[in-house]
């Protein structure tokens, strides 16, 4: 069963405008939230976290919002640029689990100039 | 500092035929976790080792089985190889206390044909 869940497969954004990619998740133990960044032919690297007991954390262009009641996280990234076309993985994870990564499917970004 | 590094980089193998992947986790980690990337999805948790010790699993067959060595690198095997193996297989490493932050990379490009 797919806890984590990314519903927009793809996303197109004009250089310098806001991207948000949204994030869905079942489970209510999760604890821990991440978004990572994928470029083809590398490994995901991290890209910012989110603590169950905040609701939001700023990283330079880069926030992630966290809505506990709603199950429900977004990462927003202010002003979007070329480089940051790629594939971004939202994963969440519980301290009783030894925050083992359940991942979403990903949505893939393309910043256009 | 080394990140973390898989080998090798693309193989293809056989229906029915073994398998072995290698991971080489970051300096100091002594955590290592594998997940399987299918095509058009999010890597899915096969397993933990956590001092040479696995420390949990995913729902992957008993086929899927690893090892860890005294220096934290990793080992990846899957027997009796099927079609559906076929996958990106991503290592990911984790500092002492520091589960929350898994490094991956760049994973192994496996074809079962």
């Known amino acids: 069963d797919q806890q984590v869940k990314q519903n927009s497969p793809s996303l197109s954004v004009q250089e310098g405008r806001i991207s948000i990619l949204n994030c869905d998740y079942t489970n209510s133990m999760f604890d821990y939230f991440l978004w990572y960044k994928k470029y083809p032919a590398e490994g995901p690297t991290f890209l910012i976290s989110?603590?169950?007991?905040?609701d939001k954390n700023e990283d330079g262009r880069f926030t992630v919002f966290l809505n506990k009641s709603a199950k429900h996280l977004s990462l927003h990234i202010v002003p979007s640029q070329p480089g940051d076309s790629a594939v971004y993985f939202c994963?969440?994870?519980?301290?009783?689990?030894?925050?083992?990564?359940?991942f979403g499917a990903g949505t893939t970004v393309t910043v256009r100039a | 500092e080394t990140g973390v590094t898989q080998s090798p980089t693309h193989l293809i193998k056989t229906r029915g035929q073994q398998v072995t992947l290698r991971c080489s986790s970051q300096?100091?980690?002594?955590?290592v976790s594998w997940y399987q990337q299918a095509l058009g999805q999010g890597p899915q948790f096969i397993f933990q080792y956590y001092r040479e010790e696995e420390n949990g699993r995913g729902n992957f067959p008993p086929r899927f089985s690893g090892l860890q060595f005294p220096n934290y690198s990793s080992e990846l095997n899957v027997n009796a190889l099927e079609l559906d193996d076929s996958a990106l297989y991503l290592c990911?490493?984790?500092?002492?206390?520091?589960?929350?932050?898994?490094?991956f990379g760049q994973g192994t490009r496996l074809t079962v044909v």
């Open positions: 990911a490493s984790s500092a002492p206390g520091r589960f929350t932050e898994a490094f």
């Open positions: 989110i603590s169950s007991i905040k």
């Open positions: 994963a969440a994870s519980e301290a009783s689990n030894d925050y083992k990564l359940s």
């Open positions: 300096s100091g980690h002594n955590t």
